[in-house]
């Protein structure tokens, strides 16, 4: 997809028509050709759950994979773009196609990132792989952001010389404002009239305006990941409570179970010396029983 001048494209707006979008709750439900019948069904839908869960997982670091070779053959494409400058164009199309696409591999990475989210709340282990693969993305994005920053500025340095090679008395303030300006054909056109070097104005110049495309797409780009990121991190803050709530439970349920053993302990212990008394009396009641027989045998034999 191509560029408006407006640079309104955004991560969200360009949810329609994502090839890696895929829709809820499909293609990661998993059939289980040894399910038992009714019986254990239960058993059966947890396991099938599991399955489908770690598909999914699977199924992500797949995506996170390709993500992140985006992002060094967009990397190796803007070094080519600087050395090669006549081949410009054709390079160009190249990485603003493999842009496009790594957005929308992005767009379809923070769904079922989202969608994982909601599948682990109540399971440790789903958790932490759900975590994982958040940490993961967050990361990819972070280096795409270096990226496209580094290169932003190289683009940047590239069309200050060349502006200066036409306009060598250029202050750093006109040359600010002639690179920066989406309309610049005029300012482009005057300067390549006036030059005494018009073949090499007309070069340098024409870098100058490619590097300004360059420049404009970058900063979109870097725009969209910045919103992507604050995606990912708003997803973070809102999972915190429901987490905070879970080990809150967990938290609980643990007192619960440690007040519960003491309790029993103390259940064990009094038994115990209740057992021990008991068998005190009965011991009592055989020595007055022995005493007895030893007093009262004697007295009727007389």
Request: proline share 2%; net charge negative; aromatic share 6%.
């Amino acid at each position: 997809m191509s560029y408006d001048n407006n640079g309104q494209n955004n991560y969200n707006s360009y949810s329609s028509g994502n090839p890696y979008a895929q829709p809820e709750q499909e293609g990661y439900e998993l059939s289980n050709p040894y399910a038992a019948g009714a019986g254990s069904s239960g058993t059966s839908n947890g396991q099938d759950d599991m399955i489908s869960f770690f598909a999914e997982v699977d199924d992500i670091k797949k995506n996170l994979v390709q993500y992140d070779d985006n992002v060094e053959r967009i990397e190796s494409l803007h070094k080519r773009s600087l050395d090669d400058i006549s081949g410009e164009e054709a390079n160009h199309n190249q990485v603003t196609a493999l842009m496009d696409e790594t957005r929308a591999l992005a767009l379809s990475l923070r769904d079922k990132i989202k969608s994982l989210e909601s599948r682990s709340q109540r399971d440790n282990t789903k958790k932490v792989q759900a975590e994982n693969v958040k940490h993961q993305f967050t990361n990819s994005i972070r280096k795409y952001q270096a990226v496209e920053a580094n290169f932003r500025q190289k683009y940047k340095e590239r069309a200050e010389r060349q502006y200066k090679v036409v306009f060598p008395e250029a202050t750093e303030e006109e040359v600010q404002q002639a690179i920066s300006e989406s309309d610049n054909n005029q300012i482009f056109a005057e300067a390549v009239m006036n030059s005494n070097r018009r073949g090499q104005a007309e070069a340098a110049l024409s870098e100058v305006q490619t590097r300004h495309r360059d420049i404009q797409q970058i900063s979109r780009t870097m725009n969209e990941l910045a919103e992507l990121f604050e995606d990912m991190q708003q997803l973070v803050a809102e999972q915190e409570p429901i987490v905070a709530t879970i080990e809150n439970k967990a938290q609980e349920a643990q007192q619960d179970i440690e007040g519960g053993v003491a309790q029993t302990n103390k259940a064990v212990k009094s038994a115990r010396a209740m057992r021990k008394k008991k068998w005190w009396c009965l011991l009592i009641l055989v020595i007055i029983a022995v005493i007895l027989i030893a007093v009262l045998v004697p007295t009727l034999r007389k």
